[in-house]
């Protein structure tokens, strides 16, 4: 059997397939530290966290795992932490290594054969900005280190190069990906199964969560909730000032985004000569805001994209179709 992972900054997805269906597994990429200040609290929180995942650390402090993080974060009026940041491995969390590895082992546990395939994402390099924390290749080697841990033979391919195998099959593998996560907005243009130019840019969902917490002064976590429980539409006045400025920041990320795309694809040497114009499929959580998909068509033509486009389409199943494409690539690599 073999299985696709995305090792995405907010979501960790893995895909199997059992008789003829895929079926997924989700787990929250989050954490939030609990320090107890004496004995008897340290027994009450353990108690209290009874029936959730979390790890008692050495100093006795508790680090807890997933969705559980966000809501304790919540109650506490603060924010949870991340072990990946804008993609990879956060070299601004000191737990970061060893937390992911943790999530990674609770999500795809021990493999069922010897060297069992499990095919998993990586971002491609950003075009927006020159930053010497972000290394692909250090955070590759970790995740494949903890999948290696747990049995697989474990192999990385791009995050929108698996958008594309999701969803470009009745395109004959041509068209344009984008995923839009947590971290960062990863694009691939492929012609035919291969993949022509990939890159990434560095403002996606969590950009609008940090942006939208300036502007109301609440914590990035509460706005985060906000954000993905409450009812908004891009480009549409809310009375609930948080979704306000989500949905202002919104606007803000598709037009710098689609500009991006623009100036990154004008003139680039390895765009091949389209004699089509092409499918683009839009995939990642921070696309499920309702209007995204429109208003990244518009800002498309607004900002000269220079390609040309047939259709901008959602994927069918946004949170689900990288690692759907992971697991497609498992069965061939």
């Given amino acids: 059997m073999s299985r696709g992972l995305d090792v995405g900054t907010s979501f960790i997805v893995l895909s199997s397939e059992k008789d003829g269906n895929i079926e997924y597994k989700d787990f929250r990429d989050a954490f939030y530290v609990i320090k107890p ?7 009450m929180i353990e108690k209290g966290l009874s029936g959730k995942t979390f790890i008692k650390d050495n100093d006795g402090s508790f680090i807890i795992l997933g969705k559980d993080a966000i809501e304790k974060a919540v109650e506490r009026n603060d924010a949870a932490k991340r072990p990946m940041y804008r993609g990879v491995v956060s070299a601004k969390e000191k737990d970061a290594k060893r937390v992911l590895a943790f999530i990674l082992k609770e999500v795809v546990g021990q493999s069922s054969e010897s060297g069992e395939k499990l095919v998993f994402c990586v971002p491609a390099q950003p ?21 290696a841990e747990c049995g697989y033979d474990a192999r990385a391919i791009n995050e929108a190069e698996a958008l594309c195998y999701s969803e470009l099959e009745d395109d004959d593998y041509t068209g344009v ?29 969590d950009w609008i969560d940090r942006m939208s917490a300036v502007a109301t002064g609440e914590t990035d976590s509460v706005v ?12 549409e006045p809310n009375e609930n000032p948080v979704l306000s400025a989500v949905s202002s920041y919104y606007e803000r990320l598709i037009d710098y985004t689609t500009k991006q795309l623009a100036f990154a694809l004008t003139n680039h040497k390895s765009l091949p000569k389209f004699k089509n114009p092409l499918k683009i499929v ?24 220079p390609l040309p486009v047939k259709d901008v389409v959602h994927a069918a199943d946004p949170l689900h179709a990288v690692s759907k494409g992971c697991l497609i690539a498992s069965k061939v690599l």
């Avoid at 200040?37 to 340290?42: C, E, N, R, S």
């Avoid at 075009?127 to 999948?147: I, M, P, R, S």
């Avoid at 022509?196 to 403002?203: E, G, I, L, N, P």
């Avoid at 985060?224 to 480009?235: L, N, R």
């Fill in 224 to 235: 985060q909730a906000e954000k993905e429980g409450g009812d908004f539409k891009i480009g």
């Fill in 177 to 205: 990906a984008i995923s839009c996560g947590a971290g960062m907005t990863n694009v691939c243009v492929m012609l035919n199964g291969e993949p022509t130019v990939v890159f990434s840019t560095t403002k996606s969902g």
């Fill in 37 to 43: 200040t004496t004995p008897v609290a340290t027994k």
């Fill in 282 to 305: 839009v995939a990642g959580g921070t696309s499920q805001a309702r209007g995204y998909v429109e208003n990244f068509k518009q800002k498309l033509e607004d900002n000269d994209f």
């Fill in 127 to 147: 075009v927006d900005q020159e930053d010497e924390d972000f290394d692909v290749g250090y955070h590759e080697d970790v995740v494949k280190t903890v999948l």
